[in-house]
């Protein structure tokens, strides 16, 4: 009987070399911006008591969470009355106690109530870790990916927004990926719900209309209906969503339509303050005011940011928000906190289209040393350790095989220089040097070659 062939789960991937080196220089750019604006790293673990994550994504969210099975019997702590009527949520919540972490924001909420004390407020983090839902996989989407975050928490100034905004635009600067940053704000959000009457509703319709871009407008107002609004909200509610207009004429608009909304108009001032903030200091890229945008989390309360790439087809490659109690639920309340989230695989996956990635990144070994034998081989392990002490990557080809075999070896994985020492090479001390990508060969001495390759 034929063995099945091994595989992985849906939705997630195994990654080459060439594909990590990819992913590398993709995190590197990120944390490389993230240092430079002052942000320190954390990390935490991979599985999270699922007391700790659930009620803080919204319905949709809760749902996606992957669960982890108790150790041992877990059957046993199940309640029999449940597991025969097939009750799977109430089964679930009794067999297990932890799960893997949906995103790496509530960790952080729960990493800064537990090491309080530890903490110099306001606190600049980032983290840089895998995190995994229950999600149906399609292209961008994986049910395992990484998030690039950045957070200020225990600080209410807009300055945080700015700043976040400004870091955006380096990082896509730097990627070389045209973006357009779209930025909202929860209380207009709310706002707008107190406007149409429906303000304890604020949660089904940030939610309807989070799912615009996807679905369009008349299948959002049909859900909008099928939330609980009337068709006299509804109808109230669309010409805020189609407002047009520079940002300093839809923020007039709206001041008007919510001037007895205390909310509302906190939350136009506070956007106001960020956009005021960016033109003294103008980031590169395009940045709006959406007022579709609402992203899906519960936990946004002010300010809310989602970036696309312009020319590809994509979902959101980066987004954020503010969240003033996030803290709260764990026991900490009235810490503000706000933040940004790179999706490094979507990034990845627009660059690779684009064809951004530079043709260096996929250069591991800066130098190939072929093997001619025994004594040659012996004579290159000297060359060999010079050079990589001087911190040059090089390797020596193991076997000594036909030089036709060790030419192709280094073409094949981009090696861009070959170092050929023979025996008259051995005798003279001046090895021979070869440009891969131009066929050049010329004679040096090893410290000759370091002084080359440390100035390219």
């Given amino acids: 009987m034929a063995k099945e062939k091994p595989s992985i789960p849906k939705g997630t991937r195994d990654f080459s070399p060439e594909e990590i080196a990819k992913r590398n220089y993709i995190f ?34 809760d749902r996606l969470i992957f669960r982890i099975l108790n150790s041992g019997d877990f059957l046993s ?17 009794q067999i ?27 606190f600049r983090r980032y983290q840089i870790q895998p995190v995994w839902r229950a999600d149906r996989p399609q292209r961008g989407r994986y049910r395992e990916f990484f ?73 959002v107002n049909e859900e909008l209906m099928d939330r609980g609004l009337t068709a006299d909200a509804v109808e109230a509610l669309q010409p805020v969503l189609m407002l047009q207009g520079s940002v300093s004429e839809k923020l007039a608009s709206l001041r008007n339509t919510l001037q007895t909304s205390p909310t509302g108009l906190q939350g136009i001032d506070e956007m106001d303050e960020v956009f005021t903030l960016l033109e003294s200091s103008p980031a590169y890229c395009h940045v709006e005011l959406d007022l579709t945008l609402a992203r899906g989390l519960n936990y946004y309360t002010g300010a809310i940011i989602e970036v696309k790439a312009k020319d590809v087809a994509m979902g959101s490659i980066c987004g954020g928000g503010r969240y003033d109690d996030l803290t709260g639920i ?17 990034i990845y996956d627009v660059m690779q289209e684009l064809g951004l990635f530079p043709n260096d990144v996929l250069t591991f070994s800066k130098v ?41 070896y280094a073409d094949k994985n981009q090696i861009p220089f070959v170092i050929i020492i023979g025996k008259n090479e051995m005798e003279t001390g001046q090895l021979a040097f070869k440009n891969m990508k131009t066929g050049v060969q010329e004679l040096m001495d090893t410290e000759a070659v370091i002084s080359y390759l440390n100035k390219i």
């Fill in 147 to 219: 998030q690039c975050d950045a957070d200020v928490i225990g600080s209410d100034s807009l300055f945080n927004e700015f700043e976040l905004v400004k870091i955006i635009d380096k990082v896509f600067g730097e990627l070389e990926i045209q973006i357009t940053v779209k930025l909202n704000n929860r209380k207009i959000l709310a706002g707008i719900a107190e406007y149409i009457g429906f303000a304890d509703k604020i949660i089904d319709i940030t939610t309807a209309i989070d799912k615009l871009d996807k679905i369009g407008l008349e299948k």
């Fill in 368 to 408: 190939l040393l072929v093997n001619f034998g025994t004594e040659e081989q012996k004579y290159a392990q000297k060359v060999l350790f010079k050079l990589r002490d001087a911190g040059i990557s090089c390797e020596l080809y193991p076997e000594a095989a036909k030089m036709k075999k060790q030419m192709q």
């Fill in 28 to 61: 590197d750019t990120i944390r490389n911006i993230y240092s430079l604006y002052g942000f320190k790293p954390i990390e935490t673990p991979a599985m999270e008591n699922l007391s700790t994550l659930m009620g803080k994504y919204g319905e949709e969210g």
């Fill in 330 to 346: 764990f026991g900490l309340p009235g810490v503000s906190g706000v933040g940004i989230s790179f999706g490094a695989d979507r």
């Fill in 96 to 122: 297990c106690e932890k799960a893997l972490r949906y995103d790496l924001t509530v960790p952080f909420a729960r990493y800064v109530v537990q090491h309080q004390n530890e903490i110099t407020f306001p």
């Fill in 77 to 93: 702590k199940a309640n029999i009355k449940d597991l025969n009527a097939g009750d799977s949520q109430k089964v679930s919540a």
